[in-house]
């Protein structure tokens, strides 16, 4: 029931003993795949550096849980030394169960944090009844994490979103915004204060979900507030999965291409100097000259593509 404390969830994660906190073969194999993909992530991008203070932002839904498990389990392991703080952000919605982080952090012994800050009561006052909420709750959470981060020494701070965030993100920004933009893995805040790092950027959601139900972590309700579901989010992602169900796959293709941009062949001026390209032309008399390697390359690619097409013929 929204609103009620996930007592049992959090009697399950507080109270397991350390064998039944072992993980199952499945749970194991799912667990180290998540690492590895953490892992990679935060090599290549540089996420991590020895010495960083990594706030952990936390809102007790399942991508939060289980980024702060897998850095967790990363931490144990890696070649250099970090910090990890659990930091959430109380915004006062009716019901939220504020027992249930700090119960489960302390049966960690995780740092934590609890910062309480009445976002909840604001928005309500300020959006009008029906609209979204959301743009300005998170603005107003963004606020409130990066000035914990700037008192607090942190160097990094690390968000649970996942790569099929990352993905929505650009078709939103496709469809409504007319840029070619996703959410990045690794970003300066606009103030040039913070680093955010997404640790999670190339783990799929399907695999998150699945996580977090073998780790039973206690998870909170996300719809306390009572917003509505920002709808053209929704319909992206009901794009996204029926793609997927035809086509399995093709996330991780779209992906796949964020990875590899070719801004030539792209169209936009600010970033690649289409008028330079004049000046890299090769003279069509060189190509046909009878000398240097470019010229003797390119007529054996011609005679070997018109014996190509001579014997296809
Ligand atoms: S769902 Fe509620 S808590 Fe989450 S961003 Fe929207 S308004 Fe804020």
């Known amino acids: 029931m929204p609103g009620s404390p996930p007592s049992a969830a959090l009697r399950a994660a507080t109270e397991m003993s350390s ?179 997404r640790p999670l950027a190339y783990v799929a959601e399907r695999d998150i979900a699945r996580y977090a139900r073998g780790r039973q972590f206690p998870i909170i309700p996300c719809k306390l507030c009572g917003s509505q579901d920002n709808m053209q989010r929704v319909a992206v992602k009901k794009m996204l999965a029926a793609w997927e169900r035809a086509h399995p796959g093709r996330t991780e293709s779209i992906f796949c291409a964020l990875r590899h941009v070719e801004l030539e062949h792209l169209a936009d001026t600010r970033r690649f100097d289409f008028a330079a390209l004049d000046e890299r032309r090769i003279p069509a008399q060189s190509l046909h000259g009878a000398s240097g390697p470019v010229t003797a390359m390119t007529l054996e690619e011609e005679d070997r593509l018109l014996e190509a097409a001579a014997a296809n013929s």
């Not at 967790?72 to 109380?90: G, H, I, T, Y």
């Not at 604001?122 to 300005?136: H, Q, S």
């Open 19 to 197: 064998a039944e906190r072992r993980p199952s073969r499945t749970l194991a194999r799912l667990q180290a795949r998540l690492r590895g993909s953490a892992g990679k992530a935060i090599e290549d991008f540089r996420m991590i550096s020895s010495g960083d203070r990594v706030m952990v932002c936390l809102s007790g839904g399942k991508d939060s849980y289980t980024l702060l498990d897998i850095l967790l389990s990363l931490k144990r392991s890696a070649p250099v030394a970090f910090e990890l703080l659990a930091v959430n952000l109380d915004q006062k919605q009716p019901g939220f169960p504020e027992h249930v982080l700090p119960q489960y952090l302390t049966s960690l012994g995780v740092p934590f944090h609890i910062i309480e800050q009445d976002t909840y009561s604001v928005v309500k006052r300020v959006i009008p009844e029906g609209r979204t909420l959301c743009g300005l709750c998170s603005r107003l959470r963004r606020g409130a994490l990066y000035r914990f981060a700037a008192e607090n020494g942190i160097t990094k701070i690390a968000l649970g979103h996942h790569r099929d965030d990352i993905v929505e993100t650009l078709f939103l920004n496709l469809f409504f915004g007319g840029r070619l933009k996703a959410m990045a893995p690794k970003l300066l805040s606009e103030d040039g204060r913070h680093i955010v790092i």
